[in-house]
């Protein structure tokens, strides 16, 4: 059964146009990540949430923000998908401390047109 | 300088054969390390975390050189199913939550 769910699988927007990632996880863990990964790059953190401690990496784009409304939930929003947003977003979990493994979700792939 | 180094390939290797791959780090503090297994287009998935005592899981084995600060990832009688991108990732507490990935190393394992 899948674990950590993101929709949608693929996602195509217009420049400029807001758009919503999805993810779901089923674990009950107390942290949710998000990545971006481009092309033969390595994952990248965007941010994290400790259950509803939101903790942004120092150099991601104001044009992304986070939501997670409850523990299974979390939201990543690109306000303005510029053409180098266009990525794989990877929504991961852990139980608790850094230390302990991440399971990642499928990722979304995003197309900027 | 890049905080995780790995050699990016391919490595190109026929079936039964032993391969082996180095990622370096360049933060002394880094406490914790993984290798994760990523399929073309698909999400990373751990493979192993690796302990300062060296871990085996089947025909895989993992080694942690602190003092050189490398990780290295020995895969024996690669199977075609091998064939992946092997990413090295390590955290630094200091860092938060952030793990650090490497850029992976590919791997091509032919019949």
Request: glycine share 6%.
């Amino acid at each position: 059964d899948a674990m950590v769910i993101q929709n949608p699988r693929y996602q195509v927007t217009q420049f400029g146009k807001p758009v919503t990632l999805s993810c779901s996880q089923t674990l009950n863990h107390n942290v949710m990540y998000w990545y971006q990964q481009k092309s033969s790059q390595a994952p990248k953190l965007l941010f994290h949430y400790y259950d509803k401690d939101f903790n942004n990496e120092a150099d991601t784009p104001d044009n992304f923000q986070s939501r997670r409304p409850n523990t299974s939930f979390c939201f990543l929003d690109i306000r303005s998908p510029g053409l180098g947003d266009a990525a794989m977003y990877l929504c991961a979990t852990s139980r608790s401390s850094v230390e302990e493994t991440q399971y990642f979700g499928p990722g979304t792939r995003l197309l900027v047109l | 300088r890049k905080e995780v180094e790995q050699d990016p390939g391919p490595f190109n290797v026929p079936e039964g054969a032993t391969v082996a791959f180095n990622c370096t780090y360049s933060n002394s503090a880094s406490q914790s390390f993984f290798w994760y297994r990523q399929d073309c287009r698909k999400e990373p998935k751990l493979l192993m975390s690796v302990y300062s005592s060296g871990n085996e899981d089947g025909r895989f084995t993992a080694q942690l050189n602190r003092a050189s600060q490398y990780i290295s990832l020995l895969i024996r009688d690669s199977k075609l199913s091998d064939s992946a991108t092997y990413l090295c990732v390590v955290n630094t507490a200091n860092s938060g939550y952030a793990l650090n990935f490497g850029k992976g190393t590919s791997l091509l394992v032919t019949p």
